[in-house]
């Protein structure tokens, strides 16, 4: 902030709604040596709360000066931890707001927790050019979980800059319910069972600096305020030398849409990566719970609203794990068994979004294999409903978890950027999809099928959805590189779990979520393309991200290309789910296909 207002730039106003690393040219980084220098340079968002403008500026490190400064008009930046107080204390100071939480027999206002929740855009014209936020509210009293005692419909809406409520939805009273919310056993705990994890010969991997290095994999990380851990330049050691496979690797952009079209419930569909910035809400983790006993945990830097550091503690762990059986081989003359034991590396963190808990593991295998665990946990979001309605129960849109509680269905979709470098820059995407044979004399019992790959040569040929009659999958194959086969080299995305939207192609979710309208998105390698709905998500009108971008339809063949992967998680709530839920795993592989002449995990070491 001193180099920008030294240049006179920003305002006293100015508050930042990010500072992150401007990553260098990756050009630049591909020719990067060791002892090398490198540019650094800082990527500063910034709003201006009385001028209401944002603005983007870059920042040259070594030089303290200003490299570039742009203004971006019709834009909301990200919230920041102050819009979140504003709003709070906004809506508690509100006459209107105080008289219907006290029609529900709450009398202690300071004792409701204000959960203040993204805007979005619905065409409203007295809404256009407002800095807003939609409100509701939770009697939190004296209990830990307030999401278990939700004021039902009542949405306040508050104009930010004018530091107002312009809106207050009010759909009925609804007893506020008292349904024990707690995370605890109604019973005797069960005894602990202590697990020993024991590496006598120390930590298998290497960390130098932001570098990691284990096994065959060599592989950089980093912690950004909107994506949170990123990977780059990921590579496997083969034969004295690394071969590229990834250079980066994030989490794009995130949607949860509710199932409820009610007033109060159907603008509830956050996009926390672009509407509040993932990385910004990691968390502590801690050992023995969130990590194992053997976990490195590791700390960030980020920035507050005025750009001084903040520590982020231990929010990144690495730790090897066992991975089960790896291969094993019988021979049933001899009865002779050869077999291995698995072990993997995972990066892995954590972040909170309000009522939900997310965790991330990036997991590397010893096969060449990287993988990407998705953990959903957390507090479901419900709704209080009177006993009545619960007695006679028969809402389309949610489940009853508890008495007078019903949690409404929703959905989670993840859109993942992988900046693919299959042993070099240079790749061709083709689709796998696998078929029967029709009868006839090539197919006399019937059985036989095929698989046939199709090349992706635009980017509209590369809009895809997830096909399971025909195991679809996608590779990428190095069209210049082959392997002793005379195969190109090549990496397979293998989904696992996936769901479809069920927000019309019309509404204004899928508008702004156009990222969800496709498993599979393709597009050349753009440093300026990074977030699949946009660069500024908060109350956008949509089309942006990967709808407009691929609109070229450029071509993609042998390529510097980029994958874009949507994984969806549709949750119908259990009782089970309540009052926390178990971790709900999901996620993703990337699977060597030819990248190696055999399996390269057949160095891998007896037990000792």
Same mark, same amino acid.
């Given at each position: 902030m001193e180099v920008l207002r030294a240049d006179g730039r920003a305002s006293d106003t100015a508050r930042f709604q990010a500072l992150s690393l401007h990553e260098p040219p990756k050009d630049e980084v591909l020719a990067w040596r060791p002892g090398q220098p490198l540019r650094r340079e800082a990527l500063a968002l910034l709003y201006d709360r009385s001028r209401r403008t944002s603005s983007e500026a870059v920042v040259e490190l070594r030089g303290r000066k200003v490299v570039s400064w742009k203004d971006v008009p019709g834009v909301q930046p990200a919230y920041t931890p102050e819009d979140l107080a504003v709003t709070a204390a906004t809506v508690r100071a509100d006459p209107a707001w105080r008289e219907a939480v006290r029609r529900r027999g709450i009398p202690d206002f300071e004792n409701v927790q204000i959960e203040p929740g993204p805007a979005g855009y619905y065409g409203r014209t007295h809404e256009e050019g407002k800095r807003l936020a939609r409100a509701v509210s939770y009697y939190r009293g004296s209990a830990h979980n307030a999401y278990a005692r939700p004021v039902e419909g009542l949405v306040a809406v508050v104009d930010l800059g004018a530091r107002k409520v312009v809106e207050l939805i009010d759909t009925g009273t609804v007893p506020v319910p008292t349904a024990d919310g707690e995370a605890r056993a109604p019973g005797p705990v069960r005894a602990p069972l202590p697990l020993q994890i024991v590496q006598p010969k120390g930590v298998g991997f290497e960390v130098r600096g932001h570098e990691v290095r284990w096994q065959n994999w060599r592989f950089r990380y980093g912690m950004l305020p909107r994506e949170g851990l990123v990977l780059y330049t990921v590579g496997y050691e083969d034969a004295g030398s690394v071969r590229p496979v990834l250079y980066r690797g994030s989490l794009s952009e995130m949607l949860v849409p509710y199932a409820d079209p009610g007033p109060a419930w159907s603008f509830r569909n956050a996009f926390d990566v672009g509407e509040y910035g993932l990385g910004r809400s990691a968390l502590s983790l801690e050992p023995l719970s969130d990590a194992p006993a053997n976990a490195v945990l590791l700390d960030a830097t980020l920035a507050d609203e005025s750009g001084r550091p903040l520590a982020a503690r231990c929010v990144v762990a690495l730790f090897e794990r066992d991975g089960g059986l790896l291969w094993k081989q019988y021979d049933y003359l001899t009865g002779h068994p050869e077999s291995r034991r698995a072990r993997e590396l995972v990066l892995s963190w954590q972040a909170a979004a309000a009522n939900y808990a997310y965790g991330f593991n990036w997991v590397f295998h010893q096969d060449g294999t990287l993988e990407m665990e998705v953990l959903l946990t957390g507090v479901l979001q419900v709704k209080a409903v009177t006993p009545a309605a619960a007695a006679a129960h028969s809402s389309p849109h949610g489940h009853l978890v508890a008495r007078d509680l019903e949690a409404v269905h929703h959905q989670? %979709? /993840?859109? %993942?950027?992988?900046?693919?470098?299959?042993?070099?820059?240079?790749?061709?995407? &083709? *689709?796998?999809?696998?078929?029967?044979?029709?009868?006839?004399?090539?197919?006399?019992?019937?059985?036989? /099928?095929?698989?046939?790959?199709?090349?992706?040569?635009? *980017?509209?040929?590369?809009?895809?959805?997830?096909?399971?009659?025909?195991?679809?999958?996608?590779?990428?194959?190095?069209?210049?590189?082959?392997?002793?086969?005379?195969?190109?080299?090549?990496?397979?995305?293998?989904?696992?779990?996936?769901?479809?939207?069920?927000?019309?192609?019309?509404?204004?979710? =899928?508008?702004?979520?156009? /990222?969800?309208?496709?498993?599979?998105?393709?597009?050349?390698?753009?440093?300026?393309?990074?977030?699949?709905?946009?660069?500024?998500?908060?109350?956008?009108?949509?089309?942006?991200?990967?709808?407009?971008?691929?609109?070229?339809?450029?071509?993609?063949?042998?390529?510097?290309?980029?994958?874009?992967?949507?994984?969806?998680?549709?949750?119908?709530? =259990?009782? *089970?789910?309540?009052? &926390?839920?178990?971790?709900?795993?999901?996620? %993703?592989?990337?699977?060597? !296909?030819? %990248? /190696?002449?055999?399996?390269? !995990?057949?160095?891998?070491?007896?037990? *000792?």
């Amino acid at each position: 902030m001193e180099v920008l207002r030294a240049d006179g730039r920003a305002s006293d106003t100015a508050r930042f709604q990010a500072l992150s690393l401007h990553e260098p040219p990756k050009d630049e980084v591909l020719a990067w040596r060791p002892g090398q220098p490198l540019r650094r340079e800082a990527l500063a968002l910034l709003y201006d709360r009385s001028r209401r403008t944002s603005s983007e500026a870059v920042v040259e490190l070594r030089g303290r000066k200003v490299v570039s400064w742009k203004d971006v008009p019709g834009v909301q930046p990200a919230y920041t931890p102050e819009d979140l107080a504003v709003t709070a204390a906004t809506v508690r100071a509100d006459p209107a707001w105080r008289e219907a939480v006290r029609r529900r027999g709450i009398p202690d206002f300071e004792n409701v927790q204000i959960e203040p929740g993204p805007a979005g855009y619905y065409g409203r014209t007295h809404e256009e050019g407002k800095r807003l936020a939609r409100a509701v509210s939770y009697y939190r009293g004296s209990a830990h979980n307030a999401y278990a005692r939700p004021v039902e419909g009542l949405v306040a809406v508050v104009d930010l800059g004018a530091r107002k409520v312009v809106e207050l939805i009010d759909t009925g009273t609804v007893p506020v319910p008292t349904a024990d919310g707690e995370a605890r056993a109604p019973g005797p705990v069960r005894a602990p069972l202590p697990l020993q994890i024991v590496q006598p010969k120390g930590v298998g991997f290497e960390v130098r600096g932001h570098e990691v290095r284990w096994q065959n994999w060599r592989f950089r990380y980093g912690m950004l305020p909107r994506e949170g851990l990123v990977l780059y330049t990921v590579g496997y050691e083969d034969a004295g030398s690394v071969r590229p496979v990834l250079y980066r690797g994030s989490l794009s952009e995130m949607l949860v849409p509710y199932a409820d079209p009610g007033p109060a419930w159907s603008f509830r569909n956050a996009f926390d990566v672009g509407e509040y910035g993932l990385g910004r809400s990691a968390l502590s983790l801690e050992p023995l719970s969130d990590a194992p006993a053997n976990a490195v945990l590791l700390d960030a830097t980020l920035a507050d609203e005025s750009g001084r550091p903040l520590a982020a503690r231990c929010v990144v762990a690495l730790f090897e794990r066992d991975g089960g059986l790896l291969w094993k081989q019988y021979d049933y003359l001899t009865g002779h068994p050869e077999s291995r034991r698995a072990r993997e590396l995972v990066l892995s963190w954590q972040a909170a979004a309000a009522n939900y808990a997310y965790g991330f593991n990036w997991v590397f295998h010893q096969d060449g294999t990287l993988e990407m665990e998705v953990l959903l946990t957390g507090v479901l979001q419900v709704k209080a409903v009177t006993p009545a309605a619960a007695a006679a129960h028969s809402s389309p849109h949610g489940h009853l978890v508890a008495r007078d509680l019903e949690a409404v269905h929703h959905q989670h %979709f /993840f859109n %993942f950027r992988l900046d693919l470098d299959v042993d070099g820059a240079r790749n061709t995407v &083709v *689709e796998m999809n696998t078929q029967p044979m029709p009868p006839g004399p090539g197919n006399p019992e019937g059985a036989g /099928f095929v698989m046939k790959e199709t090349l992706l040569r635009t *980017e509209r040929e590369a809009q895809r959805q997830l096909d399971l009659a025909s195991s679809r999958a996608w590779k990428v194959i190095n069209p210049s590189r082959e392997n002793s086969l005379r195969q190109p080299v090549g990496y397979v995305l293998l989904p696992a779990e996936n769901a479809v939207p069920y927000a019309r192609p019309v509404s204004w979710v =899928r508008k702004r979520a156009g /990222f969800v309208g496709a498993h599979l998105w393709v597009t050349p390698y753009d440093p300026a393309q990074t977030y699949a709905a946009g660069d500024y998500v908060s109350q956008s009108r949509g089309g942006g991200g990967l709808p407009t971008w691929t609109r070229a339809n450029r071509a993609l063949e042998n390529q510097d290309v980029v994958l874009w992967y949507t994984l969806g998680v549709t949750h119908l709530p =259990r009782p *089970e789910d309540w009052p &926390v839920m178990s971790v709900h795993r999901t996620g %993703f592989k990337l699977v060597p !296909a030819g %990248f /190696f002449p055999s399996n390269p !995990a057949l160095d891998v070491a007896r037990p *000792e």
